[in-house]
């Protein structure tokens, strides 16, 4: 498997629909990247939710899966399932967030995602980081719409079963979601593994990257 590094990363931009999407999409990957440099710097925006049960559960289950880090969390108030009539509003955040500073990575949703808060989140993102390493979560559901990733986190064992850990318990409104359980979350992260020659691994699409291989 072919291992490419992103250079030193001392500040990340995640984007989600909703509250939680950013931790099942890239929980692990947060953990290990701040795990690893403390005092790194996370901007994080998630569209709906604000103002409410679900905006608590998402600030405290950041600041868990962001340990150490200098994290920055806007949750706005758009209507859950309504993001694409809400297309101003939405941009205009993102590029409000995009004018606090250049990140050396952006966390977003992928562009082929099935839900449509998620897909149309995923276009805005490009047109406001142009010129940035965008990482494509996936996030598993009932649309079957997980395909062929292009990019792999590798995680160890104990960030692996730490991720789901804090996903149980920190979203506890989603319990009851048919396809929120340990054994989805942990199983799609045993597949991605089996597919970059580790144990388990967090998977990404990537639009486009720019290679510096004489550098």
Sequence with gaps: MIRLGAGRVDRIVAV????????????????????????????????????????????????????GADLRLTVLKLPDGRVPVHWDEAKAAVEELRAQGDPDLVLAPRTDDAHQDHRHLAQLVP???????????????????????AAYQPLSPETAEDKVRLLQEHYPSQRGRPWYDREAFLGLARIRGIECHAR??????????TLNLGG
């Design 16 to 67: 989600g629909a909703h509250c939680d999407d950013i931790a099942i999409g890239a929980g692990g990957t947060l953990l290990t990247l701040c795990r690893a440099r403390p005092g790194l710097r996370v901007d994080a925006l998630v569209l709906t939710g604000g103002g409410g049960e679900r905006e608590e559960e998402e600030r405290a289950a950041l600041a868990a899966f962001c340990p």
């Design 200 to 209: 388990y691994a967090e998977a990404f699409a990537v639009t486009k990257l």
């Design 127 to 149: 047109t406001a980081f142009r010129d940035h390493l965008v990482l494509g979560y996936e996030i598993v559901k009932w649309d079957g719409d997980l395909g062929r990733p």
